[in-house]
């Protein structure tokens, strides 16, 4: 991506990992904007609402809703990341659907996935198919407890509210 002096959102040529081709994209740098939409997105030092894009990469910035093919996180913070690929480096996401899913150091609280890559990162709640790389679930005695007083607190309410049969 070609750097720019002042803050805003422009276009701009970028060149993928490992591509020599630039294309064109659409970028933002430094700003708090509701709504980013282009074919390939690149996002730094902001904060955005909403993206959306074919591809999409996102350093240091913290999204609301992030709707992409691909997406890179790296250093960000997204609330709600809906994604075919999606590679999340150093980086907290609330919750996550992707069919695949590359993590290094990254916090996850909620994720649904097909595929799962994870190192040295956090999940909090996992609905996936398949997990690759050296994964393992743990559950703190603590989250353990509260989540069992919880389901019989749910079944003291629900059977104290039905109404009595004659």
Known sequence: MQHEEHPGIFRTTYRRPGGNVPEEATAAAGVQ????????VVVQGSRVG?????????ERTAAGHLEARSAQV???????????????????????????????RARIGVLQADRV???QGTVG????????????LRAPFGFLLAFLA????????????????R
């Open 50 to 58: 909403q993206l959306s894009g074919q591809r999409v990469q996102l």
């Open 74 to 104: 790296d250093r960000s913070a997204v609330r709600h990341l809906e994604a075919e690929r999606a590679v999340a480096l150093r980086s907290a996401v609330l919750l996550a659907r992707v069919r695949e899913l590359r993590a290094s």
């Open 125 to 136: 709640l996992a609905l996936v198919r398949e997990f690759a790389g050296p994964a393992f």
């Open 117 to 119: 890559e994870l190192e």
């Open 150 to 165: 919880g389901l019989l607190a749910g079944l003291v309410v629900a059977s104290a509210t039905r109404p009595q049969r």
């Open 33 to 40: 904007v509701d709504r980013v939409e282009g074919e390939t």
